[in-house]
Structure formats: C-alpha cells, structure tokens
C-alpha cells in the first residue's frame, strides 16, 4: 500500500458536512431566536461570524481524526 495516497474528495466532504451540518441546526436552534428580528444581511454575518472560526478550529482536528479513512 502507498503510504502517499491521496486523500478521497467525497470522504473529506462526507467529514465535514458531518460535522457542518449538525452545527449549523445547532445555531438555529441556538442564535437564531435573538437574531430573527435582524435584517437577512445581519443574520448572514452573525452565523458567519460563528461558523467559520469553528469550522477554521475543529475541521483540521476532525480531518486529522480520520485521515486514515479519508485515504483509504
């Protein structure tokens, strides 16, 4: 086996929309409640504001965890 094999595209996107996905109802649940009365253009940048720094920490550390599978 190549030690050096690429990583599987659908398996890094299967990882992080697993990961993406539940977050995201999470917001919802959570911040959409104190930004609903905000106009669509505020709403966007608050759940921005959140999502993407959690995504910048925690997808590399998820990828790392099943970087194996991602290459298998």
């Given at each position: ?6 990583p599987?595209?659908?398996k890094?996107?299967?990882v992080?929309w697993?990961?993406v996905?539940?977050?995201i ?6 911040v959409f ?12 940048l608050?759940?921005?504001?959140i ?5 910048g920490i ?15």
């Open positions: 086996m190549n030690k050096e094999q690429k599987k595209k659908w890094i996107m299967l992080s697993l990961f996905y539940p977050l109802n999470v917001m919802f649940a959570l409640p104190l930004v609903k009365e905000q106009h669509q253009l505020i709403k966007t608050v759940f921005t504001l999502l993407v720094p959690i995504m925690f997808l590399p550390m998820i990828h790392k965890r099943f970087w194996n599978w991602i290459c298998k």
